[in-house]
C-alpha cells in the first residue's frame, strides 16, 4: 500500500509540478510530517479502513461527520468501530465531492477530508444533502444546479442596503494583517456579491449597530460552534438575518499567498467572499469550481464566482440592474486563474498522498 502510494504521489508530482505556479519547488521540497493536516491530522491513519474495522481514530472521523451534518449526534459513542452508519456517511461525502463511492476511506477520500474547510454544513438537519441538488435548468436538458439555501430560504428582506463592522478588539489575531489589508480584503469580497445582486454594503464603525460583524476568534468563542486549530475548519458564517461572521484566528492567514512562506497560508480573500455567500444566504456547492464549495486548499486563491454561485446569489435576490450574463462579474485582473488553482488543488493532494505515504512506510 505504501508503495502503491508513494508512486502515485510522484507520478503526479511528474506531472503537475511543471505546469503549477501555486507551490514553488523550496515549498515542495519543505515537505512536513503529518502535521501537513493540521486538526484533522488524525484522519491520515484511517487510509483504506472500512466497515468492520476499528480504529482510535473513527472517534475523530465521526465527530467530523457529525459536524458536518453526515451523522446526528447520537453516533458519537465510545464506539470506535467502522459501523453501518459512519459506512453510509463516508458513501453520502463521497458523493458530495464527486469521488468514487465505495464508503472505504481510500486516499483520496482521506485527502479530500483534511483539506481544510468552511464550518458550516452540508448536509441539513432533515438529512437532505446540500451539495446534491442536482435539478434540470427550466426549459432545457442538460444544465445542472448545485447551489443551496439554508433550509427555510431565509435572505435580506427588511433592507437591501447591509453595513458590516469588525470587532477590532480581535482584528490583531489576524496573522499580523494590518487592519488597512483587512478592509481591502473584505471590501472587496462584499463588492463581488454586490456587484451580481441588487445588495450593497457599507463599512461602518459601529459594531452595535452593524447589520455584519466580523471577528476573529479561537476555539471555543461563545457561539456554539468552536474551531479546532490550523487547518480545519477555517471560518463559518450564519444566515440571514444574523450577521455573525466569525474567522479562525489559529489560520496562517494571508492578503498574498503567492509571495507567503507558510505551506499553511490561508488566502483571506478568499475564504471571506464564501462566507459572504452564506451571509446573503446561500448554502454550500457541489460544483467545484463555486466559491460556495465547502473546501479550499492552503495557498489556493478562489475568487471568481462560477455560474453556480450567480444563479444561486439571483435565484435569492435578483440580479443587480448593471450586471451583465456572461460577463465576469465578481473577478478582477491579478485573482489567479481557474486552471492555476485548480493545480494548487491537486499540489495540495499531492502533498498529502506524500505523506501517506512517509507514515506507511
Known sequence: MANRLFFLAFFHFAIIVGFSSGLDTAILADL??????????????????HKGDSKPAIQKLKSYFVDFGYLGNSTLTADLSFDDALE????????????????????????????????????????VSQMLQNLTHPGTSHFVKHYSFF????RWVSKRSLTYAFDQSTTSLASGIPLTSLRTAF??????????????????????????????????????????GQMGVLAHAFAPEDGRFHLDSSESWSVNVRSATSLAAIDLESVVTHEIG????????????AIMFPSIAPRQIKTAFGQDDIDGAQALYGANPNFVPGS?????????????????????????LLVLAKILL
Open 328 to 352: 465576469t462579474a465578481g473577478t478582477d485582473s491579478n485573482v489567479q486563474s481557474s486552471s492555476s488553482w485548480k493545480a494548487t488543488f491537486s499540489c495540495w493532494h499531492l502533498l498529502v
Open 187 to 228: 471590501s472587496r469580497g462584499f463588492q463581488r456579491w454586490a456587484n451580481i445582486v441588487p445588495l450593497t454594503f457599507t463599512e461602518t464603525s459601529s459594531i452595535s449597530s452593524a447589520d455584519i460583524v466580523i471577528a476573529f476568534a479561537g476555539f471555543d468563542h461563545g457561539d456554539r460552534h468552536p474551531f479546532d
Open 32 to 49: 512536513p510530517t503529518s502535521n501537513l493536516a493540521g486538526a484533522w491530522a488524525d484522519l491520515l491513519s484511517l487510509v483504506d479502513a
Open 278 to 289: 452564506h451571509l446573503i444566504g446561500l448554502g454550500h456547492s457541489g460544483d467545484s469550481a
Open 88 to 127: 453510509a456517511a463516508v458513501r453520502l461525502y463521497q458523493q458530495n465531492f464527486r469521488l468514487p463511492v465505495t464508503g472505504n476511506l481510500d486516499s483520496a477520500t482521506i485527502a479530500q477530508l483534511v483539506t481544510p474547510r468552511c464550518g458550516g454544513i452540508d448536509v441539513d438537519p432533515s438529512g
Open 151 to 154: 433550509p427555510g430560504t431565509p
